[in-house]
């Protein structure tokens, strides 16, 4: 069974920060890539940042400069660290894990960001 349990998410005012956590569980093979998403009402899920097996990450542009994935090997973790949040940040947000073909999500935290 493989879990990716999410906590972090919450209520921020703009120009805030918070750290996203992703604790990843059970048996997962060769891992190709970690990364978080984010959804909104009446919009497509989308890439917000992702970090490889290697270490290389990839950014959405709306996202560069403030946000940072980052892992933990020892403890299965895999972080978002969000500064300068802006009121467009507001969305759920999902963890991913990347397995040969195989996608793992986790259920979603919320994100909110107050003008």
């Known amino acids: 069974q493989v879990q990716l349990v999410e906590s972090g998410g919450g209520l921020v005012q703009a120009g805030g920060s918070l750290r996203l956590s992703c604790a990843v569980s059970g048996s997962i093979f060769s891992i190709n890539a970690m990364g978080w998403y984010r959804q909104t009402p009446g919009k497509q899920r989308e890439l917000v940042a992702i970090?490889?097996?290697?270490?290389?990450?990839n950014y959405a542009d709306s996202v560069k400069g403030r946000f940072t994935i980052s892992r933990d090997n020892a403890k299965n973790t895999v972080y978002l660290q969000m500064n300068s949040l802006k009121p467009e940040d507001t969305a759920v947000y999902y963890c991913n894990v990347q397995q040969s073909i195989i996608n793992y999500w986790g259920k979603g935290t919320l994100v909110t960001v107050s003008s």
């Open positions: 970090i490889t097996s290697g270490g290389s990450t």
